[in-house]
């Protein structure tokens, strides 16, 4: 029986896993080098690409920056009350809870162009909804808890202990957290960064709600696969899919790497 249990394990995890992977691989090759070649140096290509790269690094940053200070007000935070703690907490895991389909529609009819909000920003020349910026917002709201989560459990195994030793002894807020507080968290620091960046590679219902999948203009990587499937263009798809796979699973092994050689359970 255990045996069985095993097996039928790793079949679902070729299934799911390996074999849709192997399957992007061949298909991307399918035309040879130069059908490879052209796939990713089509200007449509280059504009998703590029595009999903610019989001990548400010979402990157800006999840890194707020996500570690939610993290520590939600475990270390004493001038907010324990209600709004645990709002807080239970916000953060909402775009687990929904569909990043829904968390694009959420940003439209926030910030859409025949909103309130909206129309006031494209008075002063900043259009959110159909261009990068919204395309970055809803890539945060599907990404914000990835670095919150891992850098909370941290802070909760490591205690406060050392940080109030260093205030006791008069250290600043600022010299506490990057003396003290930084080395403990830092590895899950790293990991989210991952995590985000790998996320962020792979977006695409939020990003296509609220970018209008312009080609040349709002077009990522994902939906410009998305694209090239509606339009029977197999071949250019994979070539895609491959490369945003590759890079992925590329960051995430290297991370396991080195984890490992760190010493980092």
């Given at each position: ?16 896993l ?35 790269g610019?989001?990548v ?51 439209v009819?926030l910030?859409?162009?025949?909103t ?6 494209e008075?002063?020349?900043l ?34 202990g ?33 995590l ?17 999948n ?10 410009l ?41």
């Amino acid at each position: 029986m255990k045996k069985a249990l095993i097996l039928l394990t790793y079949f679902i995890f070729a299934v799911v896993l390996i074999i849709p992977l192997a399957k992007i691989f061949t298909g991307s090759w399918e035309q040879g080098l130069s059908g490879f070649v052209e796939a990713l140096t089509r200007p449509q290509a280059q504009h998703a690409l590029m595009m999903t790269g610019l989001i990548v690094i400010v979402v990157t940053l800006l999840n890194t920056l707020f996500g570690v200070m939610l993290a520590v007000y939600l475990v270390r935070g004493t001038w907010i009350g324990r209600r709004v703690k645990q709002l807080l907490n239970s916000i953060v895991d909402l775009p687990f809870a929904v569909s990043p389909v829904i968390g694009g529609f959420m940003i439209v009819l926030l910030l859409g162009p025949n909103t309130v909000i909206g129309a006031f920003f494209e008075s002063i020349g900043l259009k959110i909804v159909f261009a990068f910026p919204g395309m970055v917002l809803a890539t945060l709201f599907v990404t914000f808890p990835l670095m919150v989560r891992e850098v909370m459990p941290v802070l909760q195994e490591i205690g406060s202990g050392q940080e109030e030793a260093a205030s006791t002894l008069g250290a600043y807020g600022w010299t506490t957290f990057w003396k003290v507080t930084w080395p403990s968290i830092r590895w899950g620091v790293i990991y989210g960064v991952v995590l985000t960046v790998a996320r962020s590679l792979g977006e695409f219902g939020a990003v296509l709600v609220v970018s209008g999948n312009i080609m040349n203009k709002t077009q990522t990587a994902t939906t410009l696969v998305y694209q090239d499937v509606e339009n029977f263009n197999v071949t250019a798809a994979n070539g895609v899919a491959f490369v945003l796979a590759a890079f992925s699973i590329g960051l995430l092994l290297i991370m396991e790497w080195t984890k490992k050689r760190k010493g980092v359970h």
